[in-house]
Every structure is written in structure tokens, then in C-alpha cells.
């Protein structure tokens, strides 16, 4: 059982990390079109990407925090 829990945090570590990578991806290619374009046409794309990878990163987050939980109450 602890086993298979350390393998699903480690997993939502990643997930944790790739939502936060492509988030700031998105801001920064959001950022990028603003300061070229001068026009927010293309950049409501990516704010819309950001807006979710960095949901999905706090999805994940609270998830690792359950599994660690349930990690030390089985610790104990």
C-alpha cells in the first residue's frame, strides 16, 4: 500500500510540475503577443491556457498534500 501511494505522489509531482511549466509558457507567449501585436486577439488563447494549466497544477497540488497525508497516517 505505502508503495503504491509513494508511486501516485510521485506522479502528481510531475503533473505538478508540467501544469506549471506550461502555464508559464502560456503567460510568457500572452506576454510576448501583447508587447508585438499591441492587440489582444491571439493572446486570449493563451491566457485561457494558463488560466487552466495553472488550475490543474493547484488540482494536483492539493492531491499530493492528500496523499502525503494518508502517508503519515498509515506511517503512524
Do not use: C, P
Not at 510568457?28 to 493563451?46: A, C, Q, V, Y
Not at 494536483?60 to 502525503?68: N, P, R, W
Request: aromatic share 6%; proline share 0%; glycine share 6%.
Amino acid at each position: 500500500m505505502t508503495w503504491i501511494l509513494i508511486i501516485a505522489l510521485a506522479v502528481l509531482m510531475g503533473l505538478v510540475l508540467y501544469s506549471l511549466v506550461r502555464g508559464i509558457i502560456a503567460f510568457l507567449r500572452s506576454t510576448k503577443i501583447d508587447l508585438e501585436t499591441g492587440e489582444g486577439h491571439n493572446s486570449t488563447e493563451m491566457q485561457l491556457l494558463q488560466n487552466k494549466m495553472m488550475f490543474n497544477r493547484i488540482k494536483y497540488q492539493a492531491l499530493a498534500i492528500a496523499v502525503v497525508a494518508i502517508l503519515l497516517a498509515i506511517s503512524q
